[in-house]
């Protein structure tokens, strides 16, 4: 057996190893986890076994930070130096396209929203409910765990390949607005707070649905699959098949719902290819 420890930071660590022994079929999934101190999460979904200053005490408490969060959102917006699509008001390139664009002025290229107004994307990645915790097997370790039938099916999934997950953000906002509200509610807050933190981007991997009905800039990622043509090496597909046309048109037909969108920025075509990722090339 060889541990390595590939960085560590400056506080003194702790590694602790329980016997172990060589197996030629699978493990049992662990059912009954040792819990000498009780539940390790609790009814919001956090650590029991630590304490803090901004700790959740009471439902109530939760339930009336996150509505005050929502009452507040209405009032958020750009400052005044911000165009209404996030852009810089100091500096314009005409009266805008109506899409987003990019110009050069001689000496620099330049985003340029909507209005014409040029634009620094200041973007977060993944604003969504994105709290996903794996539980099956060990269960015992939390303290509430939701009616997955009831108004909270929705804090539930199960991820092929990592198990049955819950997700206690969905749960807690869920507990605020009710199971018809509490998107919509969580949608306008986060849009808000990256207003008023200075963002004008809803990144990748983000629901940028909620970007799109609020008119709110976005990129959004694209999924190639390459059904016909198929794959030659990791990820990369066989651009020499006949059919590799037909795909690329299928995959650039992921694009057709947000052609006409003025708040939409661009997209990602795939995000660190797997082939990219080794000591040969596709071509090898």
Not at 7 to 24: C, E, H, I, Q, Y
Not at 28 to 52: E, H, I, M, N, V
Not at 116 to 138: E, H, K, N, P
């Amino acid at each position: 057996l060889i541990f390595v420890l590939k960085r560590k930071g400056p506080d003194p660590v702790r590694w602790s190893l329980t016997p172990f022994a060589a197996s030629s079929a699978d493990v049992p999934k662990l059912d009954k986890p040792s819990l000498p101190k009780g539940p390790l999460l609790d009814a919001f979904g956090q650590y029991t076994l630590r304490d803090w200053p901004s700790k959740t005490r009471s439902e109530v408490e939760l339930t009336g930070r996150i509505q005050r969060q929502a009452a507040a959102a209405r009032s958020i917006e750009w400052p005044e130096t911000f165009s209404r699509w996030g852009g810089w008001k100091s500096l314009r390139f005409g009266d805008g396209s109506g899409f987003f664009r990019t110009r050069h002025d001689g000496k620099r290229w330049w985003l340029v929203d909507p209005d014409g107004y040029a634009f620094w994307s200041a973007g977060l990645d993944c604003v969504r409910v994105d709290t996903d915790a794996r539980y099956d097997g060990i269960a015992a370790a939390l303290a509430w765990k939701p009616d997955p039938k009831g108004q909270y099916a929705a804090a539930y999934r199960d991820v092929r390949g990592e198990g049955r997950t819950i997700n206690y953000l969905a749960a807690n906002l869920i507990r605020s607005f009710g199971r018809d509200e509490w998107r919509a509610r969580w949608a306008a807050i986060a849009l808000a707070e990256m207003k008023r933190l200075r963002f004008n981007t809803v990144g990748n991997w983000s629901d940028w649905e909620i970007a799109r009905a609020a008119r709110f800039p976005y990129v959004r990622p694209m999924a190639f699959t390459g059904r016909r043509c198929g794959l030659i090496y990791r990820d990369f597909p066989d651009v020499f098949h006949p059919e590799f046309s037909r795909d690329a048109a299928e995959y650039a037909a992921q694009l057709k719902s947000t052609a006409d969108d003025p708040a939409f920025i661009g997209y990602f075509l795939m995000n660190e290819p797997t082939w990219g990722f080794s000591s040969e090339t596709p071509a090898a």
